[in-house]
């Protein structure tokens, strides 16, 4: 004799159909496997992408800066970095100022990979645009920043 669940599967079927934050990690993934794909030929990820563009500014910001403009923690950071750093396109350096600031810039390699990927990224970006049109995807990115 098998007992009752805990929690109905009519239940289950009502997260699955209307749970916002598993929509928004479906959908985010979705993304992420497609610009990772268009980007592979660089071997940089829709992240590492993401990150390096984080780091094109005039004035080499710090990590906490960086780590807040991508909602994630400095240690998620720190790690995110290792691979970029080794490959010679992102350099960490002591702030001159303050030595117990960290800062973060591209490296004129990663400048160029940088450069290399935008039309890349555009490409694609234009390919998502055209699936949510305009007027969906105006609504969708000011929905976003709104939960952001």
């Avoid at 993304?31 to 005039?58: C, H, K, V, W, Y």
């Avoid at 002591?94 to 490296?107: G, I, M, S």
């Avoid at 970006?125 to 007027?135: F, I, K």
């Amino acid at each position: 004799m098998s007992k009752s669940p805990l929690t109905p599967y009519s239940t289950t079927l009502l997260v699955r159909d209307t749970c916002l934050c598993l929509h928004v990690q479906r959908a985010a993934r979705a993304l992420a496997r497609q610009f990772d794909d268009a980007l592979r030929p660089l071997d940089i990820t829709n992240g590492q992408f993401s990150l390096m563009m984080s780091l094109n500014r005039p004035v080499p910001p710090s990590i906490s800066a960086v780590a807040s403009l991508l909602a994630m923690d400095r240690t998620t950071l720190t790690a995110a970095l290792k691979p970029l750093e080794r490959r010679g396109l992102v350099e960490v350096f002591v702030d001159a100022d303050d030595r117990r600031l960290r800062r973060l810039r591209l490296t004129p390699h990663g400048e160029r990979l940088l450069a290399e990927a935008l039309p890349i990224w555009k490409q694609t970006h234009e390919g998502v645009d055209a699936l949510l049109g305009e007027t969906s995807l105006a609504r969708l990115r000011a929905d976003l920043l709104s939960l952001a």
